[in-house]
């Protein structure tokens, strides 16, 4: 079936970097582009940005502008998202989704909880 | 900057009944690229309705979206207990290029 499975939770130090993986099946990976979202506990759903497994291409939220990088591994079928210089307020559970041409995810990977202490 | 408003915040009903939610939007949304979530607790979103009225695919008759423009509504005819969730919408294609509303928390009555 069609599903996306991410990494593992981490635990990091502020100022570090975590990346966090996006494994797909079920379909054609690279005719695809994936989001990244993430969540803060109690909080609502904020868009990080999206990174085209066709061509490479990105398009980054303003807000995580030179401090997140999106990249795609096609032989693998997954889906990177790499945050550096975290900060307290990084805490939060990071989701991969896919994306279709009307902008709509489906599926969602499970979320992988990223905690900055 | 397209910025989503969803109402109300928090909506009490019981088992049984029709629920209505509301998102708006402060720009028109082009090519009605609005679409509806719906996550339980400790789970990942789960697409609804995409295009502001398709239903996803395995997603109940029960669950239908309208709307166009700036205003979009997600209405559950017949509410299920499974159906009690945080619901959010979201936008594709304004800038910024996705936002999404803060939320709407259905909870038993």
Redesign the interface.
């Known amino acids: 079936q069609v599903q996306l499975v991410q990494s593992g939770n981490e635990v990091k130090e502020p100022g570090a970097s975590v990346k966090v993986s996006c494994k797909g099946s079920g379909f054609i990976f690279n005719t695809y582009a994936f ?1 990244w ?1 993430r969540q803060a506990p109690g909080q ?4 990080m940005g ?1 990174i085209s497994a066709t061509n490479g291409k990105t ?1 980054y ?2 807000s995580f502008q030179g401090r997140v990088a999106m990249t795609t591994d096609t032989s693998t079928s997954t889906a990177y998202m790499e945050l550096r210089s975290l900060r307290s307020d990084d805490t939060a559970v990071y ?1 991969c ?1 896919r994306n ?1 041409n ?10 992988t909880l990223v905690t900055v202490s | 900057e397209i910025v989503l408003t969803q109402s109300p915040g928090t909506l009490s009903l019981s088992p049984g009944e029709r629920a209505t939610l509301s998102c708006r939007a402060s720009q028109s949304i082009a090519n009605n690229f609005l679409a509806w979530y719906q996550q339980k607790p400790g789970q990942a979103p789960r697409l609804l309705i995409y295009g502001a009225s398709s239903r996803a695919t395995g997603i109940p008759d029960r669950f239908s979206g309208s709307g166009s423009g700036t205003d979009f509504t997600l209405t559950i005819s017949r509410l299920e207990p499974e159906d009690f969730a945080v619901y959010y919408c979201q936008q594709y294609g304004s800038s910024p290029l996705y936002s999404f509303g803060q939320g709407t928390k259905l909870e038993i009555k």
């Open positions: 989001s979202v609502g759903l904020e868009w999206l398009n939220a303003q989701y989704g279709y009307d902008g709509s995810l489906h599926p969602w990977g499970q979320g």
